[in-house]
């Protein structure tokens, strides 16, 4: 599989790349001990890429965007790959997976690689092994991977601490922009894109003005404050001397692409110039780790035998009223590590 990702023609790559992702988005124990041998052997031909993230609200025209900015990228010789999330159903766990229908051009494409993949409840709205995803496709040879999110409540931050810029999408006439764009949301938005422009221009100019605005009030705040806020803490590596800008496109008319990806070369110029871009990857790089210590951690304490033995009368006992959520977890924490919890 390592050969074929990394020298095989476009078809056999491809599928390549999908089963290697179907392997590392396996729970099976052996098929996580396989994908962890894959990545350690793709990994010196990784981090060549630009990361790039896209959020917004559902109905903004992420996908419509990223088509028409994958297609101008490839007429310009460049391989992309893009990473799209959709969000699972709380109830059924199923996943509608149709951003290859709405980027059908694109996918059709012999130098893109298009995988959609559900969130499965991932707090903030990207897939658990999006990371891994992104590492084969550039160990493969695309040089733009892109990371579309669901949009809704903690994409943004999860986005951001896997790219090296976040794009943040609106609409024109969302209402109250300085409202539909939080405080948080600003101080992590490398580019502000205004999708879309063709419905109301003057809205969108208005909009554009607003949210300009208000970066350049978040800029300021942040640079004043002692303490900055933790949602910051992705971008804080940006270039000293970029100020987040805000641009307007109609991306079903094919307008604004360009200016786009200026924007987008002129902060990779920048953050290379002053070593920016590798320190936020270094940082990225660290927090994935405790990511996944994280995740494996609560993946043990469910799977431990004595865990496994007190849940179910302790979550009962919790449901009735009879004892306290914390001292039912504390009880459940000190079986795992076979200690005798003091009341």
């Not at 790039?52 to 903004?60: E, I, K």
């Not at 604004?256 to 936020?280: C, K, P, S, Y």
Request: proline share 3%; charged share 20%; aromatic share 4%.
């Amino acid at each position: 599989m390592r050969d074929a990702i990394l020298h095989g023609d476009a078809s056999v790559q491809r599928r390549a790349i999908a089963k290697a992702i179907t392997l590392l988005e396996s729970t099976r124990a052996q098929h996580r001990a396989q994908g962890d041998a894959l990545l350690t052997a793709l990994l010196p031909y990784t981090g060549k890429s630009l990361r790039l993230g896209f959020s917004g609200v559902p109905g903004v025209g992420k996908s419509t965007l990223i088509e028409a900015l994958g297609l101008y990228l490839i007429d310009q010789g460049r391989r992309v790959a893009v990473l799209t999330i959709d969000p699972s159903s709380s109830v059924s766990g199923g996943s509608i997976l149709g951003d290859k229908t709405r980027m059908e051009k694109l996918s059709m494409h012999e130098q893109a690689f298009i995988r959609p993949s559900p969130s499965s409840g991932t707090l903030g709205g990207v897939a658990e092994k999006t990371r891994e995803a992104m590492l084969v496709c550039e160990a493969a040879g695309y040089d733009i991977v892109i990371v579309e999110t669901v949009g809704v409540g903690q994409s943004e931050v999860a986005v951001a601490g896997m790219t090296d810029m976040l794009v943040l999408m609106q609409l024109p006439n969302a209402g109250d922009d300085l409202q539909a764009i939080k405080k948080g949301v600003l101080e992590l938005a490398d580019l502000v894109l205004i999708n879309k422009a063709d419905i109301d221009a003057d809205a969108a100019t208005r909009a554009q003005a607003q949210i300009s605005s208000g970066l350049q009030l978040t800029e300021i705040h942040g640079h004043a404050s002692a303490h900055p806020q933790p949602q910051a803490a992705a971008g804080a590596q940006r270039a000293a001397h970029w100020q987040p800008r805000v641009i307007t496109s109609s991306a079903l008319h094919g307008q604004g692409i360009d200016t786009l990806w200026a924007a987008v070369r002129e902060f990779q110029t920048l953050q290379m110039a002053n070593g920016a871009f590798h320190t936020r990857r270094q940082s990225q790089a660290l927090a994935w780790m405790w990511q996944r210590i994280d995740a494996g951690l609560k993946q043990s304490f469910k799977n431990h035998p004595a865990v496994r033995q007190q849940l179910p009368q302790l979550s009962a006992a919790v449901q009735s009223g009879q004892i306290a959520a914390s001292t039912a977890a504390r009880h459940l924490l000190a079986a795992a590590v076979g200690e005798v919890p003091t009341d």
